[in-house]
């Protein structure tokens, strides 16, 4: 089965430009999703398809891919974005899910 | 209100079964595909399986292929999963998430709160 890889954690000072990358094979065929987790909660989507957010996500938020990586980036993160965030995939089989290892974004 | 609500985790001894419960509400259930995913104590979400929404098709992810089984009753609004001969490291809280597909885009779209499975003797 396909794996998705991402950084453990990254820190960005507040109102700061972050950068979170997940890595994989999968990703040449699909688009990856974000999900944004705080401590205690469920997911969230944050990003679907090439660059979509729901409607309850601010316009900080974006997705971007190249290859077999994509990358969701926070644009003047804010205390409120502090979080673990996960991004998935369609395995390469197109029936299975994958999920990444997941990023713990901290604001200081 | 749009919710999925989770129940039926609890404590259970190696190699015995439970079945998780996933109630919907506030949205025509019968027309999504559902997925369990699981998380076990501080770790990263696994997904565990899908069932399109007639039920005709189901998957499964590796670690519980051939013990775990996802059902709906779309007459009760209701996604099920049975789980047996469950091992310690089936323990996580579980969660079941509604399918979204968009111009051939799959996601998950709508997360319950999930329910917590403890595998312990």
């Known amino acids: 089965s396909s794996e998705l890889t991402q950084d453990p954690a990254v820190s960005v000072a507040l109102g700061q430009t972050v950068r979170v990358t997940c890595q994989g094979d999968?990703?040449?065929?699909?688009?990856a999703t974000w999900y944004q987790q705080k401590p205690g909660q469920a997911p969230i989507l944050v990003i679907y398809?090439?660059?979509n957010r729901p409607s309850w996500i601010p316009d900080r938020f974006s997705g971007s891919a190249s290859g077999n990586t994509a990358f969701l980036t926070i644009t003047g993160a804010q205390a409120e974005d502090e979080a673990d965030y996960y991004c998935?995939?369609?395995?390469?089989?197109?029936?299975?899910?994958?999920f990444g290892t997941g990023t713990k974004v901290t604001v200081l | 209100q749009v919710q999925l609500v989770e129940s039926g985790g609890g404590v259970v001894q190696p190699g015995r079964s439970l079945r998780l419960s996933c109630a919907a509400s506030g949205f025509t259930f019968s027309r999504y595909g559902m997925h369990w995913v699981r998380q076990a104590p501080g770790k990263g979400l696994e997904w565990v399986a899908i069932i399109w929404s007639d039920g005709n098709n189901k998957y499964y992810g590796d670690s519980v292929k051939g013990r775990f089984t996802i059902s709906r009753d779309n007459s009760k609004d209701t996604l099920y999963l049975e789980m047996n001969s469950l091992r310690a490291e089936d323990t996580a809280v579980y969660y079941c998430?509604?399918?979204?597909?968009?111009?051939?885009?799959?996601?998950?779209?709508?997360w319950g709160r999930g329910t917590l499975v403890t595998v312990s003797s």
């Open positions: 998430a509604r399918d979204r597909m968009v111009s051939l885009i799959r996601y998950f779209d709508l």
């Open positions: 398809g090439k660059n």
């Open positions: 998935s995939s369609r395995d390469i089989n197109g029936n299975h899910y994958v």
């Open positions: 999968s990703l040449r065929s699909y688009y």
